[in-house]
């Protein structure tokens, strides 16, 4: 059969087929190189994995769908610069699975809110936010204080990342990599055999929502916030190192 | 139409609905076509000039330039992309050439001299506003007056806790403060912080039980309590450890003022002491830069007239 725009105009089935093909193209030309090209994702240190009470946090970002109204990526102009801070690197998001980078900000970007605020500030905000901020429209989360924090499936939560790519540690062989590439300290907040009894510390030692004697799922949101941006240290870089991966 | 059709003026494409329904092929108009070959010749032109071909590992960097000044000073200039673009802009765009003048002046001057120079002020105070709004203003509101009294100190009133020169503000911004009192709940008993509440509450003319309040001096100003070491055996309070001064009448952590009775006063005052406090204000200096600091400074130095 002749290939002519007649054919394939009367041909419903031929034309979805070269739709798609067109479009698979188009899309590959984009996307695939970001694969290879070296200097997709930044050389820099400082970025490791979150830890097992952070990325409980995470799931709870998540499941309440901060990200509807929160994006978490600054993009490199002057305003953005000057109201959040540094733009944002690919190399910061590179353990998150799926990515949180959002498209809508009816609230702030949250991509460096890490330190920003008090856990105290964080706690009475997500409780209810117009106690702080009377002009806020941010929806009240006071359940976050009043539920416990479940955390019995963390490990699995864990080898669910591991299996595409995050780098927590199970065997001692992935445990002496960790340790390598991270450090001790964090190699050892990245074991999965360790996970439960990780999270309980960190929760017991930073006491996010201001009540040592419960774990709830505010200490997890809460952790996780205040590690958001926080990792690379830009004062190690001069500013046109980053230009240089692009 | 029907006559166009009749002297083939419009090629039709033979298909033929309803009996005389038919669908024409006619050429595509022409400023479309010369639209759709601008935008050839554009994408061409781009490639050219932008990052655009990926090559193996690399990709095609463009003839366009962007140039920007590095930490040392030395002017780096590289293929066009979004990020050097934004160096370049941050440094010599028209806004940040706006500005530049006067960052250099304020930068260059002490806290004095800015507070002598009503124009210095005035820059001070319009663009530290916007910083404050966008850093400052969660925790101790827009304006520098939280919602609710006990979260977060306000910053219009006449009392500091940290201290209010140039230079204890700009401390506090930077640095941050870790405000501490131990729960004292756990050393005294009821009656006790019941008679202690009763002399703070004296200290700043409320008329108490002189009985208790005379308990609560010895509690206060003994090892006991020993409260007097923060606070001072005045009850005037200690800048260096952000001691509220507790003769005045202003109250930052118990609403004491919002009450009218004696009873709730001693109430909310025995709780602070039963429970202790613990606050936290971050330090800013990893986030806000050095200038950014120097006109905060300023602008909450003249939000209460500062010290």
Redesign the interface.
């Known amino acids: 059969m002749k290939l002519t725009h007649?054919s394939i105009e009367i041909n419903a089935g031929l034309m979805v087929a070269l739709v798609m093909l067109a479009i698979t193209i188009g899309g590959l030309v984009e996307i695939v190189?970001l694969y290879?090209?070296?200097d997709t994702v930044e050389k820099v240190s400082g970025i490791r994995p979150y830890t097992p009470l952070e990325q409980r946090g995470r799931d709870i970002y998540i499941r309440e769908g901060c990200v509807t109204c929160h994006s978490q990526m600054i993009r490199?102009?002057?305003d953005e610069?000057m109201?959040y801070?540094h733009?944002s690197l690919a190399a910061e998001s590179k353990y998150d699975h799926p990515f949180l980078w959002g498209s809508k900000r009816t609230g702030p970007d949250l991509a460096?809110v890490g330190?920003?605020?008090?856990?105290?500030?964080h706690t009475?905000?997500l409780n209810n936010p117009?106690?702080?901020?009377?002009?806020s429209i941010m929806p009240a989360y006071p359940w976050l204080l009043k539920n416990e924090l479940g955390y019995s499936d963390v490990a699995d939560r864990m080898r669910a990342l591991k299996m595409v790519g995050v780098p927590y540690s199970e065997t001692d062989d992935e445990y002496v990599a960790n340790v390598k590439q991270f450090g001790e300290e964090v190699a050892n907040m990245l074991d999965i055999n360790r996970a439960e009894e990780n999270l309980v510390a960190q929760a017991q030692s930073q006491n996010y929502d201001?009540n040592r004697k419960r774990l709830t799922e505010m200490d997890a949101l809460v952790a996780y916030l205040q590690v958001l941006g926080t990792m690379v240290d830009f004062?190690q870089y001069?500013?046109?190192y980053?230009?240089?991966?692009? | 139409m029907a006559e166009q059709l009749q002297n083939k003026a419009v090629q039709t494409?033979g298909h033929a609905w309803d009996g005389d329904l038919q669908e024409f092929n006619n050429p595509l108009p022409s400023w479309w076509l010369w639209a759709f070959y601008a935008s050839v010749l554009f994408a061409l032109v781009y490639w050219v000039l932008f990052?655009a071909w990926?090559i193996?590992?690399?990709?095609t960097k463009g003839l366009a330039t962007?140039t920007?000044k590095?930490?040392?000073g030395e002017e780096?200039t590289?293929g066009w992309?979004?990020?050097?673009a934004?160096?370049q802009?941050?440094q010599e765009?028209g806004?940040?050439l706006k500005q530049k003048a006067y960052l250099q002046k304020v930068s260059a001057a002490s806290y004095d001299e800015i507070s002598r120079d009503p124009e210095m002020t005035a820059f001070a105070e319009s663009l530290a506003k916007v910083v404050f709004a966008?850093?400052c203003?969660?925790?101790h509101?827009?304006g520098g007056t939280?919602?609710?009294v006990g979260?977060?100190p306000n910053l219009r009133d006449d009392d500091w806790l940290w201290g209010g020169t140039f230079g204890q503000i700009e401390h506090t911004i930077s640095q941050g403060r870790i405000g501490f009192m131990p729960a004292f709940g756990k050393v005294l008993d009821t009656g006790q912080v019941d008679q202690l509440a009763h002399y703070v509450l004296g200290l700043s003319g409320h008329e108490v039980d002189p009985a208790k309040a005379k308990l609560g001096e010895v509690i206060f100003q003994g090892e006991e309590g020993g409260c007097h070491y923060c606070h001072t055996q005045s009850g005037k309070g200690l800048y260096s450890q952000g001691a509220a001064n507790l003769t005045d009448a202003i109250w930052t952590v118990a609403d004491v003022t919002g009450q009218n009775d004696l009873k709730d006063k001693v109430k909310l005052v025995s709780q602070v002491i039963d429970e202790g406090i613990?606050?936290?204000?971050?330090g800013w200096s990893?986030?806000l830069s050095e200038i950014e600091i120097k006109l905060l400074t300023v602008y909450v130095h003249s939000l209460s007239g500062g010290e």
Not at chain 1, 242 to 246: D, G, H, L, P, V
Not at chain 2, 56 to 59: A, E, F, K, N
Not at chain 2, 81 to 84: E, K
Not at chain 2, 278 to 282: F, L, S, V, Y
């Open positions: 007649e190189p290879y090209i070296e490199p102009f002057r610069d109201r801070g733009y460096r330190g920003k605020y008090s856990n105290a500030w009475q905000h117009r106690d702080v901020v009377p002009e201001g004062s001069d500013e046109g980053f230009a240089t991966f692009r | 494409t990052p990926p193996g590992s690399d990709y962007a920007f590095n930490d040392q780096v590289m992309n979004s990020r050097a934004f160096i802009e941050m765009g806004d940040a966008d850093n203003a969660a925790c509101g827009i939280p919602p609710i979260l977060y613990q606050r936290e204000m971050p990893k986030r």
